[in-house]
Nanobody
Framework: VQLQASGGGLVQAGGSLRLSCEAS????????MGWFRQAPGKEREFVAAVDRGGATTSYVDSVKGRFTIDRDNAKNTVYLQMNRLKPEDTAVYYC???????????????????WGQGTQVTVSS
């Protein structure tokens, strides 16, 4: 599967952005999807994940209540709605796909085998 992320940009603290990741090449609903981010000088960090049907989600504690992951299998797209953004959310955001498990299973961070190219999110204070 090929993944194309978009929607990043520059926003002031407290603002919102919606990232999109469009998949192509394989049956999108076969994959659990996740978003990760990497800030300069830091390791890549798990942000959010959604199961194949969109019913089960998981978030890193630092974004709970502010970010929402969802997917539209008819459009082969996963989204990350980011509200109340903070300067510490600044990073390159990557979408990823996993074939691990089935149904409602949320993959562990190491179980993603397919990655998009990343989109830059910059939050100014």
């Amino acid at each position: 599967v090929q993944l194309q992320a978009s929607g990043g940009g520059l926003v002031q603290a407290g603002g919102s952005l919606r990232l999109s990741c469009e998949a192509s090449g394989r049956t999108f609903s076969n994959y659990a999807m996740g978003w990760f981010r990497q800030a300069p000088g830091k390791e890549r960090e798990f942000v959010a994940a959604v199961d194949r049907g969109g019913a089960t989600t998981s978030y890193v504690d630092s974004v709970k209540g502010r970010f929402t992951i969802d997917r539209d299998n008819a459009k082969n797209t996963v989204y990350l709605q980011m509200n109340r953004l903070k300067p510490e959310d600044t990073a390159v955001y990557y979408c990823a796909a996993s074939l691990s498990g089935s149904g409602w299973y949320i993959p562990r961070p190491g179980e993603y085998g397919y990655w998009g190219q990343g989109t830059q999110v910059t939050v100014s204070s």
